[in-house]
């Protein structure tokens, strides 16, 4: 699952969501500059990759890009998935998705000084941008992916995976339901 998945299973608590927010931009296990609690989102975070990258419903949606984007399907059906949940976002939460978007981004504001170089940059982008809506619409994760393609410069244009989407996208949500509805399942107390 991508940024928006992984801020809503981060349960409402500050310290899970900055903990979820940085793991990406961190490698191996030394966490002596964090907080205990922060440290618990890192690992929350790896904790929700493992879960997604072993569910059926995730395999089954990888398998679907693997003609043109095999390298780079669990990144697609990470940020895919991200659109299901911002588009049915109320089904999930009693607060609205721009609602949720404008406290996430508050609360990662105001912990910056836990951020690391690289994720402090991307919380730029990302507030500049407001992706977390943006993956509500297809023109917005089509401008992630464009975004991500230059990034990656691997010379794939991800953005172009868009039509495969929408032969898909039926099947796509329906493994998204799936997956999710396990997820908050698992991670939501």
């Known amino acids: ?56 419903s995730f395999k089954a949606s990888k398998r679907l890009f693997y003609g043109n984007y095999e390298r780079y399907s669990g990144i697609l059906i990470d940020i895919y998935f991200d659109y299901f949940l911002a588009k049915k976002f109320t089904k999930y939460s009693n607060t609205s998705l721009k609602e949720f978007c404008e406290i996430v981004y508050t609360t990662y504001s105001n912990n910056q000084h836990y951020l690391p170089q ?28 464009f975004h991500l393609s230059h990034r990656i410069q691997h010379g794939v244009m991800l953005n172009e995976s868009i039509s495969i989407f929408r032969e898909n996208e039926l099947a796509l949500e329906s493994n998204f339901d799936l997956l999710f509805s396990d997820a908050v399942n698992e991670f939501i107390k």
């Open 118 to 145: 690289s994720s402090s940059r991307f919380l730029e982008y990302v507030i500049k941008n407001n992706i977390y809506s943006a993956y509500s619409s297809l023109e917005g994760i089509e401008k992630v992916l």
């Open 1 to 56: 699952m991508n940024y928006l998945a992984h801020a809503f299973l981060s349960n409402n608590d500050d310290n899970l969501l900055i903990g979820n927010f940085i793991a990406d931009h961190l490698r191996g296990n030394n966490f002596k500059n964090y907080p205990t609690e922060i440290i618990n989102g890192i690992y929350l975070h790896r904790k929700i990759d493992s879960f997604t990258d072993n569910h059926l």
